[in-house]
């Protein structure tokens, strides 16, 4: 079981996250470890039934910020998917759309 930070999202044109950021965390040092990479949902949601702990991790003047805890769930048409456990103002996917234009 490992520690990793989202830090970006992307939505396709339906505005569904369809991918997102992830990096691995020193829980102990709260340092990166590795690269970045851009995953599925699918794979996210894959990683957090294995075990793995994802939180968000928002970007603000001062450096970064630990937002809400990532969850996995299965959507209404049956595809697995995430979401944050407990959203709050300006801390929200909305506020992690980073990567550009919709696919």
Excluded: C, H
Aim: no cysteine; aromatic share 8%.
């Amino acid at each position: 079981m490992s520690l990793f930070g989202l830090t970006a999202i992307r939505k396709n044109a339906d505005g569904v996250v369809v991918s997102a950021v992830v990096q691995q965390v020193n829980g102990a040092t709260n340092e990166w470890i590795g690269t970045a990479v851009e995953l599925d949902v699918g794979d996210i949601a894959a990683m957090i039934v294995g075990g793995d702990e994802i939180w968000s991790i928002f970007v603000v003047p001062e450096g970064s910020v630990l937002g809400p805890r990532v969850r996995a769930y299965v959507d209404a048409q049956g595809y697995d998917s995430i979401s944050l456990e407990k959203p709050t103002s300006g801390r929200t996917f909305d506020d992690l759309w980073l990567l550009g234009t919709a696919i």
